[in-house]
């Protein structure tokens, strides 16, 4: 995760750069580090030192380490003939070397060659079975041929090895979402709520799946995370505020919920607080849409 701090840092180089004020190894060099794509940039500047030998000879052996980065930048902006030339050079530094391996096999997935990718990532696999950087190519593919299910056949594999992968579990998620597997996408928050419990997005997506599925019991629990998140996101967040008036009315028009709402004093009051700090928030950044919010509060009999 980029912090505000670097992420300033980041921009204020790439400005410099853009601009012709220099600076261009150290902001690659900071791309690097904190792992991010700005492939655009780092193609073009990047090319510049390799074009020129004098600058490519000045960086010792961090000259292979910008032949790679630029090799990904290229295959990010679908310059593959630049890709190409970048990891022919790396090839011949380097002949047996499984990082470069994985280079030509980007490669190959960039170009659309799914099969011939395939087999080249499970050749990777076969000499290190716990590379997560081509586990994920693999569920990348499946998703880039739209192929959901093998995509999940992918992450669920994976997830048995890497049981932490926060990334892995919300992607797995959100894939569920994609085909109407709820259930199993609850599965997956309740798994990322357990161990990254003050992280307000999971408390969210997992009470909109909650409500999604419906029922009482379903729709009270999705209230409960609805207000967690409220609490977690000091009264910030809007989605969250609506969603706990969408459940305060789809519970009244359920039977056994209207008489279980009827004696639920706190989720009353609860309702009508969110109702008023949404009609507050409307007031102050969206005052033109104000009615429209009224409105759709009578509708829900919250207003």
Known sequence: MVTK???????QL???VENGGGGVWEYLSLVRKLKVRRS?????????ILN??????????????LYEQVAIAAMDCQSLAVAQNCIKVLQK?????KRVGKLEALLIEAKGMWQEAEKAYSIL???????????????????????????IEHLNKYLEVFMADHDAWRELAEIYVSLQMYKQAAFCYEELILSQPTLPLYHLAYADVLYTIGGLENLIAAR????????????KCTRALLGICLCGSAISQLPRGRNKEDMDMAAQELQSLAATALEKEYKQKSP???????????SLKLS
Not at 52 to 65: I, V, Y
């Open 14 to 16: 790439e400005n410099q």
């Open 125 to 151: 696999l076969e000499d290190n079975p716990l590379d997560q950087v081509i586990h994920k190519r693999k569920v990348a593919m499946a998703k880039a041929q739209g192929k959901p299910s093998l995509a």
């Open 5 to 11: 701090t670097e992420e300033r840092e980041l921009n």
């Open 52 to 65: 020129d030998s004098g600058k490519r000879s000045a960086l010792g052996p961090d000259e292979w380490t």
């Open 224 to 235: 409960k995370y609805y207000a967690a998140t409220i609490d977690l996101t000091g009264g």
């Open 40 to 48: 655009e940039i780092v193609l073009k500047h990047g090319l510049s």
């Open 288 to 298: 033109a849409k104000l009615n429209l919010l009224s409105s759709a509060l009578r």
């Open 93 to 97: 530094k380097f002949p047996e070397s």
